[in-house]
T-cell receptor, first 110, second 112 residues
Framework: GQQVMQIPQYQHVQEGEDFTTYCNSSTTLSNIQWYKQRPGGHPVFLIQLVKSGEVKKQKRLTFQFGEAKKNSSLHITATQTTDVGTYFC??????????FGAGTRLTVKP | DAGITQSPRHKVTETGTPVTLRCHQTENHRYMYWYRQDPGHGLRLIHYSYGVKDTDKGEVSDGYSVSRSKTEDFLLTLESATSSQTSVYFCAFSREGTDTQYFGPGTRLTVL
């Protein structure tokens, strides 16, 4: 069935280091969305990618959508303590189904 | 905030009791969703609604029912709660023509 795999499950970094989380689908996606959930909070939408090979940036965050529209990544440059939280990808399929990845929990040591 | 609230925010109940969670939105959106969040599983869709009295099952609908008698309210009911339904439940809406989810604050449910 349609499923989105996300790795790693956890990532602990020193402040200033970079961070990347990856999502992969076995079938082609129509789009991919990224969300951030702060500890104790609710998921908040960050961005949506639709086009093959698309790259979008939000300050220190870089989002990529693979050429085959089956994978995506979120890269944070020079992490800060405010980046702490769990990052989820959500893959959208052509049948209007949407599946969330399991999330990557990021902790940042000051 | 996105104009969506959930009640109660926390609930502890016993196995076998019925439980109803309420989601309320103030912006007249047609599409609403109920998810559960568990460690290692991310967010999984339970049920969704595309209008008053129009609902459909999601990925993990067994043991849950929903009702939508008014646009602003989407209720999730556990007819007979089980310990496996201990989870954090999030309600969400999406705007017409998009599937971006706007989440409520969540309800933490513990079934003893």
């Amino acid at each position: 069935g349609q499923q989105v795999m996300q790795i790693p499950q956890y990532q602990h970094v020193q402040e200033g280091e970079d961070f990347t989380t990856y999502c992969n689908s076995s079938t082609t996606l129509s789009n991919i969305q990224w969300y951030k959930q702060r500890p104790g909070g609710h998921p908040v939408f960050l961005i949506q990618l639709v086009k093959s090979g698309e790259v979008k940036k939000q300050k220190r965050l870089t989002f990529q959508f693979g050429e085959a529209k089956k994978n995506s990544s979120l890269h944070i440059t020079a992490t800060q303590t405010t980046d702490v939280g769990t990052y989820f990808c959500a893959g959208g399929y052509n049948n209007n189904d949407m599946r969330f990845g399991a999330g990557t929990r990021l902790t940042v040591k000051p | 905030d996105a104009g969506i609230t959930q009640s109660p925010r926390h609930k502890v109940t016993e196995t076998g009791t019925p439980v109803t969670l309420r989601c309320h939105q103030t912006e007249n959106h047609r599409y609403m969703y109920w998810y559960r969040q568990d460690p290692g599983h991310g967010l999984r869709l339970i049920h969704y609604s595309y209008g008053v009295k129009d609902t459909d099952k999601g990925e993990v609908s067994d043991g849950y029912s929903v009702s939508r008698s008014k646009t602003e309210d989407f209720l999730l009911t556990l007819e007979s709660a089980t310990s496996s339904q201990t989870s954090v439940y999030f309600c969400a809406f999406s705007r017409e023509g998009t599937d971006t989810q706007y989440f409520g604050p969540g309800t933490r449910l513990t079934v003893l």
